[in-house]
């Protein structure tokens, strides 16, 4: 089955920097990559997700690069502010849509601290 | 996007009982996937929850301790069954439909005492 490593499981910065989580997974078949957020006492939150055939993807101050040469992707917050601490989870699942009618693997999560 | 809402939010429960725990999408989805979160860890997938059909259970998780229902394609249950302090944890349910990305409720913080 899939195996998805997650790492740093920690990462502190200043307010304003960038932060770059990174996960690798071992299916190839895999090609669906989705990143959430879970603050405390909530549910994952979806923030941003890619499909194999793009190699990067942005959304505002948040992007997810992709390289299925080396089966790993990148998440990278830049700008970051006190409200992006939280815990983020990588994912990776395989089928033939990359849809969400099949089962995620997650990462262990890495918990992020922006300091004001 | 879907919004899902679990019900409860959070219980604490005698050992040897019952849970059943509802998860509501506001709109029609294919599958339905129940998670279990032990405090401070990843999300582990306990069954994939089809309409009209019987759960697909992942290794390690067994229908007489979770039974699953599907009745339509906006609700589902997950029953924690003959609990011990073991099972505290956090439940959760997502979904989605076509290739949409899944969606997760807030979960059910469950404890056992």
């Known amino acids: 089955g899939e195996n998805v490593e997650q790492h740093p499981s920690t990462l502190s910065v200043q307010e304003g920097d960038s932060a770059v989580i990174k996960c690798t997974y071992s299916?190839?078949?895999?090609?669906?990559f989705p990143w959430y957020k879970q603050e405390l006492g909530k549910g994952p939150q979806l923030i941003i997700d890619?499909?194999?055939?793009?190699g990067e993807k942005k959304d505002q101050r948040i992007a997810v690069t992709l390289n299925k040469t080396a089966k790993h992707f990148s998440l990278h917050i830049t700008e970051t502010q006190p409200e992006d601490s939280a815990v983020y989870f990588c994912?990776?699942?395989?089928?033939?849509?990359?849809?969400?009618?099949?089962?995620?693997?997650f990462g262990k999560g890495t918990l992020l601290t922006v300091n004001p | 996007s879907a919004v899902i809402s679990q019900k409860p939010s959070r219980d604490i429960c005698q050992r040897g009982t019952s849970l059943t725990i509802q998860c509501q999408v506001d709109?029609?989805?294919?599958?339905m996937f129940w998670y279990r979160q032990q405090p401070g860890q990843s999300l582990t997938l306990i069954a994939t929850?089809?309409?009209?059909?019987?759960?697909?259970?992942e290794s390690g998780f067994v229908i007489d301790k979770f039974p699953i229902s599907r009745p339509n394609l906006t609700f589902s249950t997950l029953t924690v069954s003959n609990m011990s302090p073991e099972d505290s944890s956090i439940y959760l349910c997502?979904?989605?439909?076509?290739?949409?990305?899944?969606?997760f409720g807030d979960g059910t913080r469950l404890s056992i005492l």
């Open positions: 299916d190839s078949a895999s090609n669906y």
């Open positions: 994912a990776a699942s395989s089928n033939d849509s990359g849809g969400s009618n099949y089962k995620l693997t």
């Open positions: 929850a089809n309409q009209g059909s019987e759960a697909t259970y």
């Open positions: 709109s029609q989805v294919t599958m």
């Open positions: 997502s979904g989605g439909t076509g290739n949409q990305p899944q969606h």
């Open positions: 890619i499909r194999s055939n793009v």
